[in-house]
């Protein structure tokens, strides 16, 4: 798969009717920290982290890569996006090589239920259709994960396979520009 963007990273801002997707800067440390120290955030994710354990590892910009977006809101970073290859060693994939794009994303607790992981993940798959037509994007989550399993079906991925991982069944899914998603029909409402 070729690197979400190549050669146009760092995308312009994407702006949808309430968010802006953009790079990570210095700014974004603090909320970075309490993303990966939230025990509601690591609930389906292996757990929170010690916060004294990322204050001392968090660079001072952190997430500063192609395929990763922070999700700001009126000036503020409020989650992130990621687009990242999927490792071959992994289970779950839709091509025999491997390498297919797979969408992760993690907000935080005080902004769930507003809609704003719907609205954000649908600008970036609009985004990624844009810097490479044709080609799927993944998800892969724990079943047991209600609200993740919900923002899938709205965005229209589509089951392709469960697995153990993690000590946990997982649910595998494929989006593709080809098929349009749910989200991006006028008036569709955003959920997460």
């Known amino acids: 798969m070729t690197e979400p963007g190549s050669g146009a990273w760092p995308p312009a801002p994407i702006r949808t009717e309430r968010l802006v997707l953009r790079v990570s800067e210095a700014r974004d440390r603090a909320s970075f920290i309490d993303l990966f120290a939230s025990p509601e955030v ?96 993944v998800l892969s989550t724990q079943s047991a994960n209600d609200r993740a399993m919900r923002l899938a079906a709205k965005l229209g991925f589509i089951e392709v396979e469960r697995f153990e991982e993690y000590g946990a069944e997982q649910w595998f899914g494929v989006w593709s520009s080809l098929t349009p998603s749910r989200s991006s029909r006028p008036g569709a409402g955003c959920g997460g």
């Open 42 to 137: 690591g609930t389906y994710i292996g757990g929170a982290r010690p916060r004294g354990d990322l204050e001392r590892a968090m660079p001072e910009v952190p997430g500063r890569r192609p395929g990763l977006f922070v999700i700001d809101l009126d000036g503020a970073m409020i989650g992130m996006i990621t687009l990242d290859p999927r490792t071959a060693d992994r289970p779950g994939h839709v091509r025999p090589e491997a390498g297919e794009s797979e969408l992760g994303y993690l907000f935080l607790p005080e902004v769930w239920g507003r809609g704003y992981a719907a609205e954000a993940c649908a600008a970036a798959l609009d985004w990624f259709t844009a810097a490479l037509p044709g080609e799927p994007v």
